[in-house]
């Protein structure tokens, strides 16, 4: 893994912006903004992040910037092989672009958000990691069903009509094989 995307959450409209892009090479790490911040910035006054103040310039580092390494949880944790555990990570990992793709990096100081781009197999299936959404508004019954799930469970993303933002939009929902709803795709 050596790309991730970073995006941006602009609320109230619960719009979602691809805003930059974070690399690796085993050497360093370089951050940019894509072509997805200045439309995030025409549309809903996004502002350049604190740590890379400058529009066009490509930023590079010797060690992760701390605006993606405070997003890590630290491995002296106690709690730190339940966190591998539930990202569904060996134990040896510590690529930090891997366990922030998986985790998706988010923190509730701000409305950031990181993620891979799909990967394909040897068999074309693209694979995609990312935490399903809405679960709050899901009835008891599909709570239920989502605690029995298992680790290579087939889910259905499928198109839907829902009620998002004041107004109906088309979301795209995860499905059980059994056709229970149990989340939403990330728009």
């Avoid at 009509?161 to 229970?180: A, P």
Wanted: glycine share 6%.
């Amino acid at each position: 893994m050596n790309t991730l995307f970073v995006a941006w959450n602009e609320l109230p409209s619960d719009a979602w912006f691809p805003i930059g892009r974070l690399t690796g090479d085993g050497n360093g790490y370089q951050f940019a903004y894509t072509a997805g911040a200045i439309a995030a910035r025409r549309q809903c006054g996004f502002q350049a992040l604190r740590s890379f103040p400058d529009w066009d310039k490509v930023y590079s580092s010797p060690e992760l910037f701390s605006v993606f390494s405070n997003r890590l949880l630290r491995p002296s944790r106690p709690d730190y092989p339940d966190f591998l555990r539930w990202l569904n990570l060996p134990q040896s990992e510590n690529d930090p672009l891997i366990l922030l793709a998986r985790s998706g990096g988010q923190r509730v100081t701000d409305w950031l958000e990181v993620f891979s781009p799909p990967e394909v197999d040897e068999d074309g299936l693209c694979h995609f990691h990312f935490f399903a959404r809405e679960l709050q508004y899901l009835p008891a019954e599909a709570l239920n069903r989502i605690n029995r799930l298992q680790a290579g469970d087939l889910l259905r993303a499928v198109e839907i009509e829902g009620f998002e933002n004041n107004c109906m939009q088309r979301i795209l929902s995860l499905l059980t094989v059994d056709g229970c709803r149990v989340g939403n795709c990330p728009s």
